[in-house]
């Protein structure tokens, strides 16, 4: 009940504080609509017996060496984890009165040899002293709610402050590899702006705390709550720099607005007579606005995974209309879907976003003087290819994606083991070792030679599975023969999805506290896109 009663006294406060932020500010963006009425606040707050302790709880511990460790506690399963890693331990717990102990014994491959914590209840909080292998810290754990899908539903959006920060909101999907979850349990948080990309933790069904790194909550770094119409559909959210601050953020301004915008399923059909599904998103506009295509990697990619919803969000936060779609072989579209990148297989992926692009260019929202192509990894093939075969894509925005052929990418990645696992190589000796190899398989140095259109690349420096430093070589090679058209840039730490990262690997992703890449394309798409020609 004490926890109740806090969380609803802070949604009430925070409510009736917006509407005297909002009626202090008529050059607010968006006017929000009256917030759902709230339950009636119970009149008497008691100790919260054993039986209320349900569900996750959240803290950040100290360990040995002195850094954070996110932990999660369930008293239902009486269970102990650790951020993201999908491994629990048994807990055993006791209550005396309003004390709580907890004690977790770990074995001999385990982070810890004993765990034991002692707290209390208070103001709807577990606080207390935890030991960790006799280090000792005061943790205050946090409750964390279940919402349900279809409330979550109702937030996703694009949401933007006066200042013009924009942030993406996204329901979280469900993927675990090598024992750790890459998603939190409700929603997803890009701030495009900073690049911040961290899980949400629900507090109710609007209040939730924003994490400190990608799957990693505690220590929170913030707390957001969504502001919604009758209908429950969010029109606004509130933003706090700090979980337990009373005052919003001054910071980045206090309410940001939910931007309009459309998206619609369509089909098109590519060259060789098969139909592919694709998601036409399209923001608000009153004149023809510039747009791009989504290529895909090499994975079995559809048009509406985390990472196109979290693409066509920054494009309609910058104005642009953007195109996703199925792959070939994949979810509504037809054919059979081909990994491999061999010229065949790339011809007729080239040949798909030549279709998507001449679809864009019939719709008479879209100038089809501005329409791209953008896309990681194996699209840094496919674009090019395209981009050779049709006037009508007239920019190419390439991330994380080889100047390299077929073959040199696949020595370099053997070298690498793609990021799976920690390898020993010198990136100079290989970039020169690629340098000697004579080309093999598809190789889009030629291509990108006779390319007109304006392109950006873009790497991050400790990626495993492209050779960034001998591609950037190549692309400046060109640049500095005459090829003025192109530009890259190069990002310290970045790995192969442009996160941030210390070694590049596949499994420091949930530890990631940002993507690099926003800001320099925001500036790319600013000075060469949005301005008509």
Not at 52 to 72: H, I, N, Q, R, V
Not at 225 to 243: E, R, S
Not at 439 to 463: M, R, T
Not at 494 to 522: Q, T
Request: proline share 6%.
């Amino acid at each position: 009940m004490i926890r109740w009663i806090i969380l609803t006294a802070m949604r009430i406060f925070s409510i009736l504080l917006l509407l005297v932020v909002l009626s202090a500010c008529a050059a607010s963006a968006v006017t929000p609509v009256t917030p759902t009425p709230l339950p009636p606040t119970p009149t008497a707050a008691t100790f919260a017996p054993r039986d209320t302790l349900k569900g996750d709880w959240l803290g950040a511990a100290t360990k040995p060496d002195g850094s954070l460790e996110s932990l999660s506690i369930n008293f239902e399963d009486a269970k102990l984890k650790f951020e993201p890693l999908t491994k629990t331990w048994s807990m055993a717990v006791t209550q005396n009165q309003e004390t709580i102990n907890i004690s977790v014994e770990g074995k001999s491959n385990d982070p810890f040899a004993k765990i034991e914590f002692t707290g209390t209840l208070t103001g709807g909080n577990l606080s207390g002293e935890l030991t960790w292998d006799a280090r000792k810290s005061l943790v205050t754990f946090m409750p964390i709610s279940v919402v349900d899908k279809s409330l979550l539903e109702k937030y996703e959006g694009v949401y933007r402050f006066e200042s013009g920060r924009a942030l993406s909101i996204i329901v979280s999907p469900e993927y675990s590899s090598g024992g750790l979850k890459f998603f939190s349990q409700s929603l997803m948080l890009t701030d495009f702006d900073s690049g911040a990309l961290r899980g949400l933790y629900p507090f109710d069904d609007y209040i939730f705390a924003v994490g400190s790194l990608r799957v990693v909550g505690a220590p929170f770094a913030g707390r957001i709550q969504f502001i919604t119409d009758a209908q429950g559909n969010a029109t606004g959210l509130m933003w706090w720099d700090d979980v337990n601050d009373i005052t919003p953020s001054a910071t980045s301004g206090q309410f940001a607005g939910r931007v309009p915008y459309t998206y619609e399923d369509i089909p098109f059909t590519s060259a060789d007579g098969i139909k592919l599904m694709g998601r036409l998103s399209l923001p608000e506009s009153n004149t023809p606005m510039p747009a791009f295509m989504m290529m895909h990697g090499s994975e079995q990619g559809m048009r509406d995974n985390f990472g196109n919803k979290v693409m066509a969000h920054y494009m309609i936060s910058q104005g642009f209309a953007i195109l996703n779609y199925d792959k070939r072989g994949v979810g509504d579209s037809e054919g059979v879907y081909q990994e491999t990148a061999n010229i065949s297989n790339l011809q007729k992926h080239a040949e798909d976003a030549i279709a998507g692009v001449t679809y864009l260019a019939s719709r008479p929202e879209i100038d089809a003087k501005r329409i791209g192509l953008i896309g990681f990894s194996q699209a840094g093939w496919v674009i090019p290819f395209a981009a050779s075969q049709s006037d009508a894509i007239t920019h190419i925005v390439i991330l994380s994606g080889p100047v390299a052929s077929t073959s040199q990418e696949d020595v370099f990645s053997s070298y690498t083991n793609d990021g799976d696992s920690i390898t020993n190589f010198d990136d100079a000796k290989i970039t020169q070792q690629l340098h000697g190899m004579n080309p093999g398989g598809f190789d889009p140095l030629p291509v990108i030679a006779q390319l007109k259109q304006l392109g950006l690349w873009l790497w991050g420096s400790v990626d495993k599975s492209v050779p960034v430093t001998f591609s950037a070589e190549n692309l400046q090679a060109l640049i500095d023969s005459g090829k003025n058209n192109f530009s890259y840039e190069i990002f310290p730490n970045g790995d192969h999805n442009l996160n941030e990262s210390l070694h590049g690997l596949f499994n420091e992703i949930p530890y990631s506290p940002r993507v690099l890449f926003y800001p320099a394309l925001a500036q790319w798409l600013e000075t060469n896109m949005l301005k008509e020609k």
